[in-house]
Nanobody, 123 residues
Framework: QVQLVESGGGLVQAGDSLTLSCAASGRIFRHVVGWFRQAPGKEREFVGGITWGGTQSFYADSVKGRFTISKDGAKNTVYLQMNNLKPDDTAVYYC?????????????????WGQGTQVTVSS
């Protein structure tokens, strides 16, 4: 089982940047760590992910070019850097872990979840 703790959320203005962190612990080896978000009244949306080895990352079309996912192996932490934020990016952001698979790159197969961190973008 993998334990995940997100941090870094907050209130920002449109156009600002914000970086979220996801600290991972436990038996994490052949995993993917993904980022998801859920806005009020909307379904959870897959944002993107990165393999635990850090060799491959993937993104949803809605954030491609604005968001970057990276990993610091020494800190066992995955980051979600968000640039040029928009009010539509307002949501609770979650990180999650799942075994490496083709489905993981499409946001499926994630079994361990963090508690989430709120990101609010004002216009």
């Amino acid at each position: 089982q993998v334990q995940l703790v997100e941090s870094g959320g907050g209130l920002v203005q449109a156009g600002d940047s914000l970086t979220l962190s996801c600290a991972a612990s436990g038996r994490i080896f052949r995993h993917v760590v993904g980022w998801f978000r859920q806005a009020p009244g909307k379904e959870r949306e897959f944002v993107g992910g990165i393999t635990w080895g850090g060799t491959q990352s993937f993104y949803a079309d809605s954030v491609k070019g604005r968001f970057t996912i990276s990993k610091d192996g020494a800190k066992n932490t995955v980051y979600l850097q968000m640039n040029n934020l928009k009010p539509d990016d307002t949501a609770v952001y979650y990180c999650a872990a799942g075994l490496i698979s083709t489905a993981a790159s499409r946001g499926r197969g994630y079994t361990d979840w963090g508690q989430g961190t709120q990101v609010t973008v004002s216009s």
